[in-house]
């Protein structure tokens, strides 16, 4: 098989905080295991939300023309995704959340347009989600995850890994944490071998 192509998203609106800190090691691990990161700032582009008008209806292809199409191709094109988010108000941050609804275009198409049957998946390609927050509450990401399940459906992508931290708040707040970073590093090279070995057999 050609170098397997993953797909990075920041979705974050700091720069350096602590979900992209997370995010560049889980890039570290997976280039250092062979697979082609492509990294995308939401905060750089962009994106218009959802305005509901449904011209997705006539062939499953979002009407507004913006940076959605090419981070659309490119999530579709990739075997792997990593998205990192920080939890805002129990889910994800707004940048995220705009990029998940334009994929209702993806939605209209798979049950509308092409009328898949609703128990067909594939699931082949594979995710990883890294999220950080700032209290410590059992349900901090409760909210988040249910989104992000559903999110990854809608890929056809499986949910393979999470990784949720709790109290992190200022952006530096992850380096006083080098065991996470280290976890990050490990989940990017696990993704890139579970990818591979699914797509090699
Ligand atoms: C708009 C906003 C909403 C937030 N909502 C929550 C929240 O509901 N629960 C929480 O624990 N932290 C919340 N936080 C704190 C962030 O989750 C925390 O600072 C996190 O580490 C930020 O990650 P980042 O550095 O990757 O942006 C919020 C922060 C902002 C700016």
Redesign the pocket.
């Known amino acids: 098989m050609e170098q397997l192509r993953i797909v990075a998203i920041y979705g ?3 720069r350096n ?4 800190t997370l995010l560049k090691k889980a890039i570290e691990g997976a280039r250092d295991s062979g697979a082609d990161v492509e990294e995308i700032v939401l905060r750089d582009l962009k994106i218009s939300p959802c305005l509901e008008i449904y011209g997705c209806l006539e062939a499953g292809e979002c009407a507004i023309k913006d940076d959605f199409q090419v981070v659309r191709d490119k999530i579709l094109n990739a075997q792997g995704l990593i998205l ?1 988010s ?5 889910t994800v ?1 707004s940048h995220t959340k705009i990029l998940m609804d334009r994929f209702q275009s993806l939605w209209v198409k798979k049950y509308w347009v092409d009328k898949t049957p609703p128990d067909q998946k594939t699931n082949h390609r594979k995710g990883l989600f890294i999220s ?4 410590k ?1 059992k349900k ?1 990401f409760d909210g988040m995850l249910l989104t992000i399940r559903y999110f990854f459906d809608v890929l056809d992508m499986e949910l393979w890994k999470t990784l949720l931290y ?1 109290q ?4 530096d ?2 380096l006083k944490h080098p065991e996470y970073l280290q976890e990050a590093y490990t989940a990017g090279k696990e993704l890139t071998s579970a990818i591979e070995n699914y797509f090699n057999g």
Do not use: E, H, I
């Not at 905080?17 to 992209?20: K, L, S």
């Open positions: 974050s609106p700091r905080g602590n979900t992209a990192a920080p939890v805002f108000f129990y941050s950080a927050g700032a209290t509450g901090l709790r992190l708040d200022f952006q707040d992850v």
